[in-house]
């Protein structure tokens, strides 16, 4: 039998299998072809960017380790990129960070970009036929060196990343309009301290100011979602962080923004799966950034975990999926990174499927008799059954390679492409 039959052959079995639970995997599928996910493009070159002064990078982030081949321009970035795009099931999104604009070689500062220097990025973007997403950059700045921005106690600080934020929320609005689907632009602050401090209330104070007069610039929500990103801490912020969850919740929920869940953000026993029902209680939207904290929010690739896992049920059992835009947020810089990138997205797909493909109803109906003993029963059943077979029909269909046949197609880019890099 040829490869394909075998896989057609194999996803008819478990067709079958999941039909006598009551599961329609042709509905699955269909519903799982047109969630995006928006890749981030900081994954590419260990959240490096493409400024004529980059410094270091700052905020407290780290992407550890020195595989070779990292992409050194917009162009080996994008087809970075577009290599891992032709490995991932689906059309999806890219996510930018503003610090990735195409400068020319001139020094243009945070707060003089414009929706010109992403111009490079938007016609890749519409050749793909992918959306984008954007980011401001608040960090790898010297504004930024004492790790206070929009929360800064100097008011010409604070200004100059207020106009980075307008800015970066314009150019957001651009890319939505052009590419006629809504970016979502995320804003993330590094700010917080090292040390215990006592005032913990005038950056706060400050923060909500400048997100205030940020926000207060109109821009159009057709072409332009916001959405404000909280943490528990960083490196050289462990004492303290200004934009923390509960503050980040609360301003979202009064000013009618999105709100980011980030995976990594949390203390290491704490997940985001039993936020996410909480939250929408109060919020239309959200975002997620999907990472993986190892210890601490480390950024690890993200792998098919019990956690991820359960982030796909919560979406997809809530009917939430429509509300959430899925964004990847991590940085692993000891393995190809194209890799990362396809790993990382392949498993978020398959973690949607798996929950869209779960006896639902069934384990409803066990829940809401009381009967407790079949929903735990069902559950663990469930957790076996084929949905290898399902997957790699999807890929198939999809016309991307199936199983780890993606690996073979990597390592001949690292070869021909990544290798020649120096
Ligand atoms: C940092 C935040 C933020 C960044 C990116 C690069 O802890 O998670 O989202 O990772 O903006
Ligand atoms: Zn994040």
Redo the contacts with the bound molecule.
């Keep these: 039998m040829s490869k394909a039959r075998t896989i057609e052959q194999a996803y008819k079995l478990a067709r079958e299998q999941y039909a006598a639970l009551g599961v329609d995997t042709e509905q699955a599928l269909k519903t799982l072809r047109r969630v995006p996910v928006s890749l981030h493009c ?1 994954q590419g070159d260990d ?1 490096g960017g493409f400024e004529k002064f980059g410094t270091e990078l700052g905020g407290g ?1 780290a992407a550890t380790g020195n595989y070779p081949g990292k992409a050194r321009t917009p162009a080996e970035l994008r087809a970075d990129a577009e290599k891992a795009f032709s490995l991932i099931p689906g059309r999806h999104r890219f996510s930018l ?1 503003a610090f990735y604009g195409e400068f020319g070689g001139k020094l243009v500062d945070r707060n003089e970009i414009g929706p010109e220097h992403f111009k490079g990025w938007i016609d890749w973007a519409k050749r793909l036929g992918l959306g984008l997403d954007f ?1 401001p950059t608040f960090f790898s700045h010297a504004k930024a060196a004492d790790n206070f921005t929009l929360s800064n106690a100097d008011k010409g600080i604070r200004k100059f990343w207020i106009e980075h934020g307008i800015a970066c929320r314009q150019i957001g609005a651009a890319m939505g309009k052009a590419l006629g689907k809504t970016c979502v632009t995320n804003v ?1 602050i590094p700010d917080g301290m090292k040390d215990t401090p006592v005032d913990r209330v005038g950056p706060r104070d400050r923060l909500t100011d400048s997100l205030d007069t940020m926000f207060k610039v109109p821009v159009n929500p057709k072409h332009n979602l916001d959405s404000v ?1 909280g ?1 528990l801490f ?1 490196i050289g912020c462990e004492s303290y962080t200004v934009g923390s969850h509960e503050y980040y919740l609360g301003y979202a929920i009064s000013r009618k923004t999105l709100f980011t869940l ?1 995976t ?2 949390y203390h290491p026993t704490e997940t985001i799966t039993d936020k996410l029902s909480s939250v929408f209680q109060f919020l239309p939207e959200i975002l997620l ?1 999907v990472s993986r904290g190892v210890r601490w ?1 480390s ?1 690890h690739v993200v792998v098919l975990s019990n956690e991820l896992e359960e982030i796909g049920q919560e979406l997809v059992r809530g009917h939430f999926l429509g509300r959430t835009h899925i964004g990847l ?1 991590y940085f692993d810089a000891s393995i190809n990174r194209v890799a990362a990138w396809v790993i990382g997205t392949r498993n978020m797909l398959k973690a949607l499927l798996k929950a869209m493909v779960e006896p639902t109803p069934t384990l409803r109906q066990a829940e809401a008799a009381g009967d407790y003993t079949t929903r735990l029963a069902l559950l663990e059943e469930a957790r076996t059954l084929p949905l290898g077979a399902v997957w790699d029909y999807y890929c198939q269909q999809q016309g991307v390679p199936v199983g780890a046949a993606w690996l073979a197609e990597v390592k001949a880019y690292e070869r021909g492409v990544l290798a020649t890099r120096k």
């Design positions: 900081w959240v982030l960070h980011n993330w990103e943490k960083g980030d990594g953000h950034h929010d950024d947020d």
